[in-house]
């Protein structure tokens, strides 16, 4: 008695897919897709946040060697960093708070976090812009592939009652075709659930290096702050 073994050329990926059903086509196509897309922003924000860490621990390490803030600010407070950013807005609202004859230390203490927190929640949120294609992939696309199977299934089904026949030639390509759409869903969403993962711990991480960056330049505004006050009286 002959074994039913679908062959290699049937099972191919190619040939399931143009096979397939033309809903279940269409699955797979805006599948492939999004894994193209969650692919294209994993490598571009991967090496775009690493970068961005390499220039900002550059650009601190500099800022913190200076003598002069103002010659440092006038020189570099320009450059597309998120330090730099947070660097002029500290100086520009210590410029504002100070130039009145009558100086309120504590309101110019909370402005400064104030302005340079909101230059932080501003940069992380230029850097994370598309992360959340990732998270929606993610989420998305097993269910998506999941209904490409069930399309699938439903599809076979329907062909086992046209023919009046349960044998496995007849249910299997529509069964192999519905398998290999959640296939695709699980190979789009794997790498989008991971990838956002680790691409978010790496912006936390960047948003806790700037917090402590505008800690201790708020400590350094706060000192002089403290000197012009006495020096004063």
Same mark, same amino acid.
Request: aromatic letters at 8%; hydrophobic letters at 50%.
């Given at each position: 008695?002959? /074994? ?10 190619? /040939? ?6 033309? &809903? &279940? ?18 490598? /571009? ?6 970068? /961005? ?86 989420? &998305? ?93």
């Amino acid at each position: 008695m002959p /074994t039913l073994t679908p062959s290699t050329d049937l099972m191919s990926p190619l /040939t399931l897919f143009l096979h397939a059903d033309i &809903v &279940v086509k269409l699955v797979m196509a805006g599948l492939l897709l999004a894994s193209v897309w969650t692919w294209a922003i994993i490598f /571009t924000y991967a090496t775009r946040i690493r970068r /961005t860490n390499r220039k900002v621990a550059a650009y601190e390490a500099d800022f913190w060697k200076a003598s002069d803030i103002d010659a440092f600010a006038a020189r570099r407070g320009e450059e597309k960093l998120p330090s730099a950013a947070v660097l002029s807005a500290g100086l520009d609202e210590w410029r504002r708070s100070t130039k009145a004859v009558q100086v309120d230390r504590q309101g110019t203490r909370e402005r400064l976090a104030s302005r340079m927190n909101l230059a932080i929640a501003a940069e992380i949120e230029t850097l994370a812009d598309r992360l959340n294609i990732l998270a929606t992939v993610g989420s &998305v696309a097993p269910f998506v592939g999941l209904f490409g199977t069930v399309w699938g299934i439903m599809r076979s089904f329907t062909a086992i009652a046209g023919a009046n026949n349960t044998s496995l030639a007849v249910v299997a390509p529509g069964i192999a075709e519905a398998l290999f759409a959640t296939a695709i869903g699980l190979f789009a969403a794997i790498p989008a659930v991971i990838a956002y993962n680790r691409l978010t711990h790496g912006i936390d991480r960047l948003e806790a290096r700037l917090g402590r960056f505008a800690d201790r330049f708020h400590a350094t505004l706060s000192r002089e702050l403290e000197s012009e006050i006495g020096a004063g009286h």
